[in-house]
């Protein structure tokens, strides 16, 4: 499986950006997919994750609320709408898919994709 992100970008606090993760190979639809992101010089951390079936979804607590993860199984895609962003939003945004369960550690995940920017302007 082969992810590609997209949909960063330059926002202002308080914008709203879409970021969609795609399979230019394979099919997700068997996948827990997720999201992870990295600000400059901080750690990589999870964001949120789907289930395959698309009824439980888990979010870290800094996006719960303002963040909403989905999948649209007819195009193999994750999608995730963000709302209210704010400067700490800031990081390179990484779509991730595993084939076991739920977690909120990167090697809970098998495949990542490339990363996609989003920068937050105060």
């Known amino acids: 499986v082969q992810l590609q992100a997209s949909g960063g970008g330059l926002v202002q606090t308080g914008a709203s950006l879409r970021l969609s993760c795609a399979a230019s190979?394979?099919?997700?639809?068997?996948?827990?997919m997720g999201w992870f992101r990295q600000a400059p010089g901080k750690e990589r951390e999870f964001v949120a994750a789907?289930?395959?079936?698309?009824?439980?979804?888990d979010y870290a607590d800094a996006v719960k609320g303002r963040f909403v993860l989905s999948r649209d199984y007819r195009k193999s895609t994750v999608i995730m709408q963000m709302n209210s962003l704010r400067p700490d939003d800031t990081g390179v945004y990484y779509c991730?898919?595993?084939?076991?369960?739920?977690?909120?550690?990167?090697?809970?995940?098998?495949?990542w994709g490339q990363g996609t920017l989003v920068t937050v302007s105060s």
């Open positions: 190979t394979g099919t997700l639809s068997t996948y827990v």
């Open positions: 789907i289930g395959w079936s698309g009824s439980r979804i």
């Open positions: 991730v898919a595993g084939r076991s369960g739920y977690g909120r550690r990167t090697n809970d995940y098998d495949y």
